[in-house]
């Protein structure tokens, strides 16, 4: 569904990401974890267009993505950022429908649209009329979830879609996300900077640091056969908050 062939992007003189390759399986969820500041975010928003590479090339469903195509291409990705992005003088319904409105879509398809995509996110119809300010902070990512597939997407990406948001609503929010993902069997490539996060939505990690790759697998595999000595600090730092709470609890 989706590969990057040496895509690189620089900042000035900082490497955000070195020529970087990745093959993104379809109807899988490929996680990206490492450290603020490895890349991830970087690779992400290349993938959705948001940012220009500096080299290499990227494929979306077969598709070499280029500046002719590229608002086409987009139109088989929904993106969903931390805290959602959504736009604060539009609706919740505006919000969820822009795009389909702009591609002229009819008027029943949309609303048949929103009704099921809010069934599905389990938004109360009632939040339509309400603005952004006016909704909690999960059910701001719900209606960016909603944004995000109204099109259909065949590859749906997600920057740190969690992160903002309390304890108890995260994990809530955790489980109907998963839920979404294995019913829509869709291409998913998610970042986190959380392990335990990632290890429960991914079929695949990618660890990152410093601009590249550095292994990839599931958890199981990068904590038996760490590819360097970074592999296994990073799942050991991520290790001790859980130590230290069961050792609190007794």
């Given at each position: 569904m989706l590969e990057l062939t040496q895509v690189s992007k620089r900042y000035g003189s900082t490497a955000a990401l070195a020529a970087t390759d990745l093959m993104v399986p379809a109807g899988?969820?490929?996680v990206l974890i490492g450290p603020s500041g490895c890349g991830k975010s970087t690779l992400l928003r290349l993938v959705a267009g948001l940012v220009r590479s500096d080299s290499g090339s990227i494929r979306v469903g077969g598709t070499t993505v280029t500046p002719e195509?590229?608002?086409?291409?987009?139109?088989?990705?929904?993106?969903v950022i931390q805290e959602g992005g959504l736009f604060p003088h539009l609706t919740v319904r505006r919000n969820a429908t822009l795009m389909a409105e702009h591609l002229?879509?009819?008027?029943?398809?949309?609303?048949?649209?929103?009704?099921?995509?809010?069934?599905m996110v389990r938004l109360s119809p009632e939040l339509w009329p309400r603005y952004p300010l006016e909704?909690?902070?999960g059910q701001r990512q719900r209606v960016s979830l909603m944004r995000a597939l109204m099109l259909d997407p065949d590859l749906l990406l997600l920057d740190e879609p969690l992160g903002a948001l309390d304890p108890m609503i995260r994990f809530e929010l955790q489980r109907e996300l998963k839920s979404i993902f294995d019913r829509l069997g869709k291409t998913v490539v998610l970042v986190t900077h959380d392990i335990a996060e990632a290890a429960f939505f991914g079929d695949r990690l990618v660890l990152m640091r410093e601009g590249g790759i550095v292994q990839q697998g599931s958890l199981r595999q990068l904590a038996a056969q760490?590819?360097?000595?970074?592999v296994e600090r990073f799942i050991s730092a991520q290790r001790e908050p859980v130590r230290l709470l069961n050792e609190v609890l007794g």
């Open positions: 899988q969820t490929t195509n590229l608002d086409v291409v987009r139109r088989r990705m929904g993106y002229k879509w009819p008027a029943a398809r949309i609303e048949q649209r929103l009704r099921t995509l809010t069934e909704l909690s902070g760490p590819a360097e000595p970074f």
